[in-house]
């Protein structure tokens, strides 16, 4: 399988922000930001593999800036490290003003993407490479950031074994049974 340069699978996305995605302070739903996030991380991966793709994980996504109704947001995408079956995916967000052209970087987010074969279970992708300073970086960086998403995973699934599929408060319930 042979390596891919990391603007490869360059994805680029703008939508304009219009009244039904918004809150009622006029600003993005921060879930309907986080779907466009996946959405071009998904393509981005796709890109990259060539093959169908599924999220494993999101990094912490942080709001920095308000995005508001009328802006356009624009979201920039790139896998900057694989690992066997999954790439991590870097997703910048631009919120623009298209009356003054004032703009910001209003999040950044990393995504773990995982190829899925015909088989439908996980299948090897292409190795990336960094080419510009900025890929280098991030490219760098990631092994360390796929450790602490390793970490996190195993926390999570901790944390979901000791409540279970139960309400911890099913067994004494207010209710006198459990309510579901």
Known sequence: MESKPSVASLTVKTSHVLPPDTNGHGTLFGGELMAHIDDVAAISATRHARKPVVTASTDSVDFLHP???????????????THNTSMEVFVKAVTENLLTGDRKVCTTAFLTMVAIGEDKRPTTVPSVYPESEEEKLLHEGAPERAALRKERRKQSKQVANSFGTNFPWNEKSRFGKNPF
């Open 67 to 81: 995005v508001k109704e009328g802006d356009t947001i624009c979201l920039e995408a790139f896998v900057t490290w």
